[in-house]
């Protein structure tokens, strides 16, 4: 009887100080059951929120190597789901799509959660400029999941949302570019009340929403993304529903980030990992369509 725990290739950044792509997901994953494939993309002493960093971004020979490796162990059949976020360039991202392709040949199953990380409000577009079309033209008809921000998710769409009820239309028609599952998070249409911050998944089964406080921390911590698409897949590997998953990992970022020390750019993942396992505070799903 196999009794190992399930795989998730995880295909992002690393840092040594702080928490931010592989150093956001990771741990969490691993709490949650999980055994984690990482496959660093850059090796930075520290995330760039801090302003000076040192290290370099991996070109894409090297992950090619390290993921030839992971195949000609034969780990490839035995990986359920694989995620990825910030890419340093677009041939990184045609290695993961790659990847996802020869995956899916031996396991038709796994799931392929692909956070488009390219901006976020306020500080505009942060990535190269051949990301973008790479995200809409490439990742989108590869991915079952993908988790943009209210900023990328426009990006993405050429929309400029003005209603939840705006959001869940649009998002229905980017499904059928591709993804099962579209989930928008930091959405801030008119709608939303400024102290609230929501977040829309829309599937094939419905749209549903959750609503959390919005709280007053400058700056705010980096790795929100990498920890909330990282917990919300391992929920759904689990077998939860959509609703289900959404707000367990929203629980669990609005937890992080509430027990982050004012100041501090990481969430404090390790002190505060007992929201990872099993978050304190819920916050109701109610369902759109």
Same mark, same amino acid.
């Given at each position: 009887?196999?009794?190992? &725990? =399930?795989? $998730?290739?995880? $295909?992002? +950044?690393?840092?040594?100080?702080?928490?931010? @792509?592989? #150093?956001?997901?990771?741990?969490?994953?691993?709490?949650?059951?999980?055994?984690?494939?990482?496959?660093?993309?850059?090796?930075?002493?520290?995330?760039?929120?801090? !302003?000076?960093?040192?290290?370099?971004?991996?070109?894409?020979?090297?992950?090619?190597?390290?993921?030839? !490796?992971?195949?000609?162990?034969?780990?490839?059949?035995?990986?359920? !789901?694989?995620?990825?976020?910030?890419? @340093?360039?677009?041939?990184?991202?045609?290695?993961?799509?790659?990847?996802?392709?020869?995956?899916?040949?031996?396991?038709? #199953?796994?799931?392929?959660?692909? #956070?488009? /990380?390219?901006?976020?409000?306020?500080?505009?577009?942060?990535?190269? =400029?051949?990301?973008?079309?790479?995200?809409?033209?490439?990742?989108?008809?590869?991915?079952?999941?993908?988790?943009?921000?209210?900023?990328?998710?426009? *990006?993405? %769409?050429?929309?400029?949302?003005? +209603?939840?009820?705006?959001?869940?239309?649009?998002?229905?028609?980017?499904?059928?570019?591709?993804?099962?599952?579209?989930?928008?998070?930091?959405?801030?249409? &008119?709608?939303?009340?400024?102290?609230?911050?929501?977040?829309?998944?829309?599937?094939?089964?419905?749209?549903?929403? /959750?609503? %959390?406080?919005?709280?007053?921390?400058?700056? *705010?911590?980096?790795?929100?993304?990498?920890?909330?698409?990282?917990?919300?897949?391992?929920?759904?590997?689990?077998?939860? %529903?959509? &609703?289900?998953?959404?707000?367990?990992?929203?629980?669990?970022?609005?937890?992080?980030?509430?027990? %982050?020390?004012?100041?501090?750019? #990481? *969430?404090?993942?390790?002190?505060?990992?007992?929201?990872? /396992?099993? =978050?304190?505070?819920?916050?109701?799903?109610?369902?759109?369509?």
């Amino acid at each position: 009887m196999n009794t190992s &725990p =399930p795989k $998730i290739l995880s $295909i992002q +950044s690393h840092v040594a100080l702080g928490h931010v @792509g592989n #150093d956001a997901a990771v741990f969490p994953l691993q709490l949650l059951g999980y055994e984690v494939l990482p496959v660093h993309t850059v090796q930075f002493s520290n995330h760039t929120g801090y !302003g000076q960093y040192r290290g370099q971004v991996f070109e894409t020979g090297h992950i090619r190597e390290i993921l030839r !490796g992971l195949r000609e162990r034969g780990v490839f059949p035995q990986i359920h !789901g694989v995620l990825s976020g910030y890419m @340093g360039d677009a041939g990184i991202g045609s290695l993961i799509l790659e990847a996802v392709d020869e995956i899916r040949r031996e396991n038709p #199953d796994v799931c392929y959660l692909c #956070d488009p /990380v390219m901006g976020d409000i306020g500080r505009g577009i942060f990535v190269e =400029p051949a990301i973008p079309d790479f995200f809409r033209n490439l990742a989108l008809p590869c991915a079952n999941i993908i988790t943009p921000n209210q900023f990328e998710f426009e *990006l993405l %769409t050429g929309s400029k949302l003005s +209603s939840v009820e705006d959001a869940v239309r649009v998002a229905q028609q980017l499904r059928g570019r591709g993804p099962d599952l579209v989930v928008i998070t930091s959405l801030m249409t &008119p709608d939303i009340s400024p102290d609230q911050l929501g977040t829309l998944a829309v599937s094939g089964e419905g749209a549903w929403w /959750v609503l %959390t406080p919005r709280l007053a921390l400058h700056p *705010l911590p980096n790795g929100m993304g990498d920890v909330f698409s990282a917990t919300l897949l391992a929920h759904l590997l689990d077998e939860r %529903t959509v &609703p289900q998953a959404l707000e367990l990992a929203t629980a669990t970022l609005y937890g992080l980030v509430q027990a %982050t020390v004012p100041g501090s750019r #990481d *969430l404090p993942l390790v002190a505060a990992q007992q929201q990872i /396992v099993e =978050p304190k505070e819920l916050f109701r799903v109610s369902t759109l369509v």
